[in-house]
């Protein structure tokens, strides 16, 4: 960690230049020639510095996604080798420092914050509040992968005048940090609700937000629809049970004061407009395709055949020697195998001009189809079926049309042209056997159907997030080959800490040791 914390010092300081989806061209500030920054500036620090684990790139597809969760939810086919279901030291250490650098912009942020009068704080506040909703969804997705993190102490480097052994920070439990997170999600609805921004503050945040472009309503829907994820994650978890009834209910009922978003024009994500900026999807091709990472899964493309999912033409191609067939690897089988069927061509393989090769490709955070599943799921367990069916319904329409209005952002078409989809056709999927909601007899069977229509519109795109509720639902039942070469034989339930954890952290390290193990559930993961 003391590495890592040399690291983040120099982070800390970092300045990005005003910034939007279109104009985002400067490159980093030399930070050894920075001695002041401002809250502005800070800002879009915060937002640039995880910004290649949300738009899709070749480090975190390749080094750290392609033999980890994309692999754990099936996503992907792959040809099984001994100890496979161990994560690598590789990717979880670069995710791990990345987290770390980005949470230490943050507090930067906060330092420079706190140091402003009271009536500047007022100007700025929309700055924190938009920051702090960033900063959440992201500090959720760690707590996803490893549980337990450091964190409100963590990133204090800075603040700590450069004092290393006062900034090794302690391990917050990950229920603790999921009840701050909502916390403080709950009071920002409330106060963007009754924010005033003056128009000269208003310009310049438009200028500093690449991710919403300064729309006060899309982050207002951005925090909601958060809130609303996190509610759905932990609703199983006793102790926060009445809380989420309670939380859910009012935004369920009152999308006035609660908005989040509804329809695709509303997706938050980060777009790509200008290939010359520093947004941009153009490592997405080497992340994904090098050493056959995209190959499809047999259980999704199983599915999608069965079903006639209209997405499965523009998420998939078929094998270059598969006559036009979809084929998805199958997992059980054994390397040989599996190798020869690789090598022939006949596997299908994510649809490289709606994907890898979509220089165009978003930066995905929270999509309607996303917010449509989780009030499906909200409204079923409050036994409103009928609103749990037109949710789930929208949802599965939202999903299909999201990913044919992706491919016609693409300017290749190495795939060939995409046969357009009709409202017909969705219509008739969601009446297939496999999608039917009405033909799901009990909770159970719905709350499956929800969880499979997630699990297909994360699919590679959202891998963290499937991974997450793969767990949760224990939905869909999926086979893997079981490695008895190895103590681990079967996909972990969690990542371990980075080793420079216990070389460097090692007295807060200890609190954490025995559940560092792949075997320890995430406190919310109890079906």
Avoid at 18 to 25: G, I, L, M, N, R
Avoid at 71 to 92: C, D, E, F
Avoid at 501 to 518: F, M
Wanted: glycine fraction near 4%; charged fraction near 20%.
């Amino acid at each position: 960690m003391k590495k890592n914390l040399i690291i983040l010092a120099l982070a800390f300081m970092a300045v990005f230049a005003a910034c939007t989806k279109s104009d985002f061209e400067e490159s980093y500030t030399d930070p050894s020639k920075v001695s002041v920054s401002t809250v502005e500036k800070q800002f879009s620090g915060v937002l640039a510095a995880n910004r290649w684990y949300v738009l899709p790139d070749y480090w975190n597809y390749f080094v750290v996604l392609r033999t980890t969760v994309n692999r754990y939810t099936q996503a992907v086919g792959w040809v099984n080798s001994n100890n496979q279901y161990v994560p690598g030291n590789a990717g979880i250490t670069d995710r791990w420092n990345n987290y770390y650098n980005f949470l230490a912009q943050y507090r930067e942020l906060e330092k420079i914050y706190s140091a402003m009068s009271a009536d500047d704080k007022a100007d700025k506040r929309i700055y924190m509040i938009a920051a702090a909703i960033y900063f959440y969804d992201h500090t959720e997705k760690v707590v996803t992968l490893h549980g337990a993190i450091p964190w409100t102490e963590a990133g204090m480097l800075s603040t700590n005048g450069g004092d290393y052994q006062s900034s090794y920070a302690k391990y917050d439990n990950a229920d603790a940090i999921y009840t701050k997170i909502l916390d403080d999600l709950k009071a920002f609805s409330t106060e963007l609700n009754a924010i005033t921004i003056k128009p000269a503050i208003l310009t310049g945040f438009k200028k500093q937000d690449f991710v919403n472009n300064g729309e006060l309503t899309l982050w207002k829907k951005y925090n909601n629809s958060l809130r609303l994820r996190i509610l759905e994650r932990v609703s199983d978890v006793p102790a926060f049970q009445a809380r989420v009834g309670t939380e859910v209910a009012a935004i369920l009922n009152d999308p006035a004061t609660y908005p989040v978003v509804a329809n695709n024009t509303e997706n938050i994500q980060i777009d790509v407009t200008n290939l010359s900026s520093e947004i941009h999807a153009k490592n997405f091709r080497t992340g994904l395709e090098d050493w056959n990472g995209n190959l499809a899964g047999k259980a999704m493309i199983d599915h999608m055949k069965a079903n006639n999912d209209p997405r499965l033409r523009a998420l998939f191609e078929p094998g270059a020697s598969a006559g036009g067939v979809y084929n998805g690897l199958n997992p059980l089988l054994t390397e040989a195998a599996q190798t020869t069927l690789v090598n022939g061509g006949t596997i299908a393989i994510y649809n490289r001009s709606t994907l890898s090769r979509n220089q165009y490709f978003p930066g995905v955070l929270m999509t309607a189809a996303e917010v449509s599943f989780l009030k499906a799921e909200a409204y079923l367990k409050a036994n409103n079926n009928a609103a749990a069916k037109t949710a789930y319904n929208e949802g599965i329409s939202q999903s299909i049309k999201f990913y044919y209005a992706i491919r016609g952002l693409s300017a290749d078409n190495v795939a060939g042209p995409l046969t357009p989809t009709s409202d017909a056709e969705i219509a008739a999927y969601t009446i297939s056997p496999g999608v039917n909601w009405d033909l799901a007899l009990t909770t159970a069977d719905k709350l499956k159907l929800i969880a499979i229509q997630k699990w297909i519109h994360f699919n590679v795109v959202q891998p963290v997030d499937a991974w997450a509720e793969l767990r949760r639902f224990d939905a869909p039942t999926l086979s893997f080959w079981v490695d008895n070469a190895n103590a681990q034989t079967q996909p972990p339930f969690r990542w371990i800490y980075p080793g420079s954890e216990q070389t460097y952290n090692t007295a807060n390290y200890e609190a954490v040791r025995s559940a560092d193990n792949l075997t320890t559930k995430i406190f919310w993961d109890v079906r």
